[in-house]
């Protein structure tokens, strides 16, 4: 869960799992995250990257936004990716000019709390709708990115088939924890499965009995016996 106030900074509420503070600094490149209680202070400036790392990592993410009733949509609302202004448009209008590396999946619900409209909307992965294929290593040697310039050029990871169960479509990129690689497209229920402190009552998936690890090849060092893959 994301909320975006009208003023003051970024609250994010993330499943407690061993390595978050690690990857609010190496995957969405905030420099200190503060943690209050179980919720994360973070920069505005953040937010797309932190949508787009959370849709790889989780699959779905509720962003709560709040939003002046008097402002008008802009230039910068029509080329958001999704969630970059705070306009009344309840974005409707946000990202229409742009390709964006995720989408509303649900309706918005929104709440009047006078001066602002609140809304909660679901954004999971972009999708696609060619035939999805195989994965031959298109992004290969590449460092995992979240911002829109380092992902320029990237195929969706709804254009291939999950790596790990080769039974449903990928949604998200996998990436290697410890070098920091993209390594392949996987679907939510495979991408998921190795969570630690998350438990099957709060939602977590079956994992897939198909699974295949030899993904992880991709990785670059993935050699490297020193410094292990992450799972």
């Known amino acids: 869960m994301v909320w975006l106030p009208l003023h003051g900074q970024v609250i994010a509420k993330i499943p407690a799992q061993k390595g978050n503070r690690r990857w609010l600094h190496e ?42 009733k008097l402002s008008r949509c802009t230039r910068a609302c029509l080329e958001a990716t999704g969630a970059e ?36 909307v679901v ?31 990237w195929p969706a990871a709804a254009q291939f088939m999950c790596a790990g169960c ?9 990436h290697c924890h410890t070098h920091g690689f993209v390594r392949a497209p996987l679907c939510n229920r495979c991408n998921t499965r190795y969570w630690s402190g998350w438990r099957a009552q709060r939602g977590r998936a ?4 198909n699974l295949d690890d030899s993904y992880y090849r991709w990785c670059p060092k993935h050699a490297d016996a020193r410094r292990l ?3």
């Open 27 to 68: 995957t969405v490149r905030v420099r200190s995250p503060q943690l209050n209680g179980d919720r994360w202070s973070l920069p505005r400036s953040c937010l797309v990257q932190l949508v787009t790392a959370a849709v790889d990592r989780c699959g779905l993410i509720v962003l709560w936004r709040d939003m002046s």
């Open 85 to 120: 202004c705070d306009c009344s448009c309840l974005g409707a209008h946000h990202g229409q000019d742009s390709e964006g590396w995720f989408e509303r999946v649900g309706d918005a619900v929104v709440a009047d709390l006078g001066e602002c409209t609140r809304t909660a």
């Open 123 to 153: 954004y999971g992965a972009r999708g696609s709708d060619a035939d999805a294929g195989v994965y031959d290593g298109e992004l290969a040697g590449q460092h995992y990115r979240v911002d829109r310039a380092g992902r320029r050029g």
């Open 166 to 174: 080769m039974s449903l479509r990928a949604s998200v990129w996998d």
């Open 206 to 209: 079956v994992p897939s009995r």
């Open 229 to 231: 893959c992450s799972a």
